[in-house]
């Protein structure tokens, strides 16, 4: 079945069939579900007892449950607390539903882009309300709706969106995602977004004994690579900040600054699903023993530990480890302690390349 009102979409639910046994030699209806396992994203109904005859199963279609709880049920998310919180929520949804990771890389940029139109459709929904209750305060006639405004600069104020009201400008969105239209990140934190010259895929992280190098060393490589999407937190990388900087919609790449001894587990569960390991990149800036070396006390129990957590970020499975050692002998220090910019500068130059080759042979994402 399917709602079609005011030539809105059809929207196809689900479809249901039952099983008549007719003979005891046929397996009960318990067993065949204890044998088939329906996944949650294929919903059953059966009656209370499942050893009564006959038995009926209702399936729901993916693109229903897509619109539904997705697209619809994620609007609250995605008001409440922008594009980054709903495209974590979509993706909660997906591994709750059991998709496999290729199919949860083909439905997150159809969830990130109807997030940017329908974020920028509820802000310019809540501006244009707020603008008439303060005429109506002001006692002032509101200006008639424009009907001839065009999706995507202007919200057409004739057609509503929420969690009631959505299939319209679901209807609207789906034309413009298969025209291949790319929405505007204008609703998105700038610090989150990267320009269109962005020409690097992927996670990079950059590590040193102190935050103060590998964040200075993080902005040139930044820069060199147009990558905008900046992270000093490794415990905020998890598997949608990986899905994003693979996404092949402007967004580019992420650069995360690490100090040695933070705690990695965000990265080992990353890691170990083995999913992403060829789009992980790590950068290990003054991490050599003599660095450790100089920075402490040789046989005590800081320059233990230093020295075991080097080794362990040195055999981590991802794509590339580059190891820039020996600092203090390659490097001028500025006024300040920390590296100059010309010697940052030549060590990206030569990763630069590296990064941009491993980047393009990434496979292309679904859309």
């Not at 079945?1 to 046994?21: D, E, S």
């Not at 065949?32 to 919903?43: H, K, P, R, T």
């Not at 400008?169 to 790319?182: C, D, I, V, W």
């Amino acid at each position: 079945n399917y709602v079609a009102k005011n030539g809105m979409m059809k929207l196809f639910r689900g479809f249901a069939f039952q099983l008549i046994f007719d003979c005891d030699a046929y397996p009960s209806p318990a067993e065949i579900m204890d044998s088939l396992q329906v996944s949650q994203f294929g919903a059953s109904e059966a009656a209370d007892d499942l050893d009564s005859r006959p038995l009926m199963l209702k399936m729901k279609f993916l693109p229903y449950m897509v619109r539904t709880f997705g697209c619809r049920n994620g609007l609250k998310t995605l008001s409440q607390s922008g594009a980054n919180a709903y495209e974590r929520y979509t993706l909660g949804m997906l591994q709750k539903w059991g998709m496999s990771h290729g199919a949860i890389k083909k439905w997150q940029p159809f969830f990130y882009q109807w997030g940017l139109y329908a974020k920028d459709v509820l802000d310019k929904q809540r501006a244009h309300n707020q603008d008439q209750k303060k005429k109506t305060h002001d006692n002032q006639i509101p200006p008639r709706n424009d009907s001839s405004a065009p999706i995507g600069s202007v919200t057409p104020l004739r057609h509503e969106l929420s969690a009631r009201r959505y299939l319209w400008h679901m209807s609207a969105f789906e034309k413009l995602y298969r025209q291949g239209t790319m929405f505007s990140l204008g609703t998105i934190d700038s610090s989150s977004a990267c320009q269109s010259n962005c020409i690097f895929r992927g996670l990079i992280l950059v590590v040193s004994l102190a935050k103060e190098i590998s964040a200075i060393f993080s902005n040139v490589l930044s820069v060199e690579l147009g990558v905008q999407q900046r992270c000093s937190d490794m415990q905020l990388i998890d598997e949608a900040s990986i899905l994003s900087s693979l996404q092949e919609d402007g967004r580019g790449g992420i650069i995360c600054n690490v100090q040695l001894d933070e705690n990695k587990k965000p990265l080992l569960a990353l890691i170990k699903t083995n999913n992403y390991n060829e789009a992980i990149h790590i950068v290990l800036v003054g991490c050599g023993q003599s660095d450790i070396d100089s920075r402490y006390e040789s046989e005590t129990k800081d320059h233990k530990k230093i020295s075991g957590l080097a080794k362990s970020w040195k055999r981590l499975k991802c794509k590339y480890i580059h190891d820039i050692p020996n600092l203090p002998e390659l490097m001028d220090l500025d006024d300040d302690g920390t590296p100059s910019q010309v010697w940052i500068c030549l060590r990206v130059k030569e990763l630069v390349d590296k990064f941009t080759v491993a980047s393009n042979a990434l496979p292309p994402q679904d859309t």
